[in-house]
């Protein structure tokens, strides 16, 4: 190598460690001493594969576990995405449309991907299994309720039946006792809470309530807001953003339909599921009507949100 570069990058390293309380030389005696990096280390490859802890014999369950790791983490990639925009302060369309893109790259991954959870398992197995994974739920996914406060405002995933009521001028902690989600997991009749749901709030409600504060007027749907009317514009931006809604609020709730249609119903009646949420009721993308980006469709779409999805699942002769 040139003698002249590596002279050039030493002086670079010194300036780089001068205010670090030691000299360079320390640091290149480090460097000398470091062992080689390995992808196994890097990625932490043995503690990944040894999470996966059954609870049973049952050899489905392990991919079970394994399927739901690997959402999380799915989870996590869009969560990195969002809080970049959230975090960006150019208001640079390009910037926007990029990180988007990424999200739905992922949404797809994981749409594509539940035919795993559909088809991988064997019904008896999962109808066995299940029953010692009492009352864990995929309900309790916490990174999935930071996704959508990232993406909307909390007043927006307000239950449908009470979202009129409610507005950007309710306090977070209003908002947050009216979220859709708490009803899936809320007795109709006495309106008490399931374990799985006091579980969850326990848990996580002080994060939750934390990151709305944080978002408040930064989410993703504030971000497009606050673009100039040319960006707001933006083709390729506002179905991107579309694309997003329909991935996250249409398609992936669609794909756990007909994961718990196939595994929670039997000779037309309905199991409850493991956290004893009304699956039924709960899911359906038409009955939630959540949608990040209202502004961005009619009124005729919104009234119609999800529909065709579900009527194409449960009734499939009306589509």
Do not use: C
């Not at 590596?6 to 300036?15: A, C, P, R, T």
């Not at 280390?41 to 049973?56: A, G, N």
């Amino acid at each position: 190598m040139n003698k002249e570069h590596i002279d050039s990058q030493i002086s670079k390293l010194e300036e780089k460690y001068k205010d670090s309380g030691q000299d360079l030389s320390s640091y290149l005696d480090g460097l000398l001493y470091q062992r080689y990096l390995t992808y196994w280390d890097y990625i932490h490859l043995d503690t990944l594969l040894s999470i996966q802890v059954p609870r049973t014999h049952f050899p489905d369950e392990e991919i079970f576990i394994m399927y739901h790791q690997i959402t999380e983490l799915y989870f996590k990639l869009i969560l990195h995405e969002q809080k970049q925009i959230v975090d960006d302060k150019t208001q640079d369309v390009d910037f926007f449309i990029e990180k988007a893109n990424r999200i739905n790259s992922y949404y797809k991954v994981l749409i594509s991907s539940f035919s795993v959870m559909i088809k991988g398992m064997q019904r008896e197995q999962f109808m066995q299994y299940r029953m010692a994974l009492l009352p864990a739920s995929g309900f309790q996914s916490a990174q999935y309720r930071m996704i959508e406060l990232y993406a909307t405002p909390m007043e927006n995933l307000v239950h449908f039946s009470e979202r009129d009521n409610f507005s950007s001028k309710n306090s977070i902690e209003e908002l947050y006792e009216h979220i859709y989600w708490k009803k899936g997991a809320t007795d109709v009749v006495t309106g008490e809470k399931t374990l799985t749901l006091k579980q969850f709030e326990y848990r996580y409600t002080p994060r939750l309530i934390r990151i709305a504060n944080e978002v408040k007027n930064s989410t993703i749907y504030h971000k497009y807001q606050q673009l100039p009317q040319k960006g707001k514009d933006n083709k390729t931006l506002v179905e991107a953003l579309k694309a997003l809604d329909v991935n996250a609020n249409i398609n992936w709730p669609l794909m756990h339909m007909g994961s718990a249609y196939r595994y929670l119903t039997k000779d037309n009646a309905q199991i409850d599921a493991t956290g004893g949420t009304n699956w039924k009721e709960y899911l359906p993308p038409s009955f939630q009507k959540v949608v990040f980006f209202p502004e961005l469709y009619t009124k005729q779409e919104l009234n119609n949100w999800g529909k065709q999805w579900v009527d194409h699942i449960f009734n499939p002769e009306k589509v």
